[in-house]
């Protein structure tokens, strides 16, 4: 297989880890609910960001198969 397949292959995995512990954060850590609006709110819009490149680096590496 391709480098670059085996690059983004690798940048997902890791991404989707990142995510995984992003959103163990946010719905399970009791410290979440002690952040001020603003952040919590910053902090679910940035899993949903990542959430939307992990789909789109899936679709690039589908592609690319």
Known sequence: MSEHIERMKAEHAD???KIIALNQFIYSN???KT???MERARMISQ???MEAYLGILGSRIWAAT
């Open 15 to 17: 991404l989707n880890e």
């Open 30 to 32: 009791p410290i979440f």
């Open 35 to 37: 952040l001020d609006n």
């Open 47 to 49: 899993s949903g960001c």
